[in-house]
């Protein structure tokens, strides 16, 4: 099985900072990466898929880089709503494995 | 609008079973992969198994041999049915339905949209 690791967890901030989130694959997986956003009792949201593709109706603050094994999720100016633990996900091989999560907390 | 709701959960002795259900509305059901992923209290997002249009099934090593996924297309409905249940399987069980996009010329897919989840709670 492919090995998400995520970094860092969790992750202090302040609203209007630019917030970068890293995953590692244990191998390469090309662009085949997704990335979540969860809010505390509620179900995951897709924000980006194919690595850098932006998922309709999700803010243009949020962008997603990266291929083979290192991945960026990053927040432009980070607002209040934002607050919430991301997961990475790898779609290059079954099981579809995610990262662990990073947790953006209020600074 | 695209539409997934689970049921089903609830309160298991160790050893015991249940069947949970996710209920499909707004898209062509038949046509989508479909999917169950679990969150433990507190803890990530674990894929469980899933179930193509094709009804070609892949499981998670973690539950091969104590979970079936079925779907059934009339009724526009996934299951999953959860047998020998461990203190371990005590966790919200989302259905997530899989789709797929063309970026370029590669496909690709992920998860979208996901239920709203059913607790789970496996305890004597």
């Known amino acids: 099985d492919i090995q998400m690791t995520q970094s860092p967890s969790p992750l202090s901030a302040s609203v209007g900072d630019r917030v970068t989130i890293t995953c590692r694959a244990s191998q390469s997986i090309g662009s085949y990466l997704n990335w979540y956003q969860q809010k505390p009792g509620k179900a995951p949201k897709v924000l980006i898929y194919?690595?850098?593709s932006l998922e309709s109706g999700v803010p243009l603050r949020f962008s997603g880089s990266g291929s083979g094994t290192d991945f960026t999720l990053t927040i432009s100016s980070l607002q209040p709503e934002d607050f919430a633990t991301y997961y990475c996900?790898?779609?290059?091989?079954?099981?579809?494995?995610f990262g662990q999560g990073t947790k953006v907390e209020i600074k | 609008e695209v539409q997934l709701v689970e049921s089903g959960g609830g309160l298991v002795q160790p050893g015991g079973s249940l069947r949970l259900s996710c209920a499909a509305s707004?898209?062509?059901?038949?046509?989508?992969?479909m999917n169950w992923v679990r969150q433990a209290p507190g803890k990530g997002l674990e894929w469980l198994s899933y179930?193509?249009?094709?009804?070609?099934?892949y499981y998670a090593d973690s539950v091969k041999g104590r979970f079936t996924i079925s779907r059934d297309n009339a009724k526009n409905s996934l299951y999953l049915q959860l047998s020998g249940l461990r203190d371990e399987d005590t966790a919200v069980y989302y259905c997530a339905r899989g789709v797929k996009g063309i970026v370029g010329t590669l496909s690709f897919n992920w998860f979208d949209p996901w239920g709203q989840g059913t607790l789970v709670t496996v305890s004597s």
């Open positions: 707004g898209f062509t059901f038949s046509l989508y992969t």
């Open positions: 194919a690595a850098s």
């Open positions: 996900q790898q779609s290059y091989s079954t099981p579809q494995t």
């Open positions: 179930i193509d249009s094709a009804s070609s099934i």
